[in-house]
């Protein structure tokens, strides 16, 4: 079992709608969460990072940590086909030093007009 | 434009050639990786550095190799290309503080095919 687990989808929605986007993970000393967005043939992009349990609102986007079922999730609003993409969550259990931070395989998100 | 560059953007390799995959960096950055990306499997860690003249293997170092002589370079070798190194490679950097809070800016990718 991977420590991150992560539905490659694709997950497909109409725009206007609420997008859910989750990952599951084993290793109970992650404590920062982090998500990444990846257009197609470009590098991701960090969209947002969460320290520890709870929520972290930006903008159409909050992330939610529930450390106790060990589930993240990332809440697009108001979803736009230019969120169209591919979100990677990511995780870590400490931010200095050599931790590196270990990646869900990431799901494939398509917005349609 | 402040960020990570990687060249070349695209690249074919005959099995046995050896290649270097530069990237550079302008943002003084401490912490690099690279990264390969394979369809279903994700972001695979295959070495990284945190700091010049320090690096360490990640989870799929073998048929690679790293140098940091610099904060601004970290260049990866292909010692002898297979065609299982077939992939995507991402370069990404990271200010001292933590890759996890501060994140890591990507390059935009190299496409290796190994024939």
């Known amino acids: 079992q991977k420590e991150v687990e992560q539905d490659p989808g694709p997950l497909s929605v109409p725009e206007g709608a609420i997008v859910s986007l989750n990952c599951t993970y084993s290793?109970?000393?992650?404590?920062?969460f982090m998500w990444y967005r990846q257009y197609s043939r470009k590098g991701p992009e960090l969209l947002m990072y969460?320290?520890?349990?709870g929520n972290k609102e930006d903008g159409r986007f909050t992330a939610q940590v529930d450390k106790s079922s060990k589930y993240i999730s990332l809440f697009i609003r108001d979803s736009q086909p230019s969120d169209s993409a591919t979100y990677l969550c990511?995780?870590?259990?400490?931010?200095?030093?050599?931790?590196?931070?270990?990646f869900g395989r990431g799901t494939s998100l398509i917005v349609h007009p | 434009n402040a960020g990570v560059t990687q060249t070349p953007k695209f690249q074919v390799l005959k099995t046995g050639q050896s290649m270097t995959l530069q990237c550079a960096q302008d943002?003084?950055?401490?912490?690099m990786s690279w990264y390969r990306q394979d369809p279903g499997m994700g972001l695979r860690l295959i070495h990284y550095?945190?700091?010049?003249?320090?690096?360490d293997q990640g989870e799929v170092p073998n048929g690679y190799n790293v140098s940091r002589s610099t904060t601004e370079d970290f260049p990866l070798r292909l010692l002898s290309a297979a065609p299982s190194q077939t992939s995507v490679y991402f370069c990404?950097?990271?200010?001292?503080?933590?890759?996890?809070?501060?994140?890591?800016?990507f390059g935009s990718g190299t496409r290796l095919t190994v024939v």
């Open positions: 990404a950097s990271s200010p001292a503080g933590g890759v996890s809070t501060y994140g890591y800016t």
């Open positions: 943002m003084n950055h401490e912490y």
């Open positions: 550095s945190v700091g010049a003249g320090i690096t």
């Open positions: 969460t320290y520890s349990s």
């Open positions: 290793n109970s000393a992650f404590q920062y």
């Open positions: 990511a995780m870590s259990p400490l931010s200095g030093g050599s931790y590196i931070p270990t």
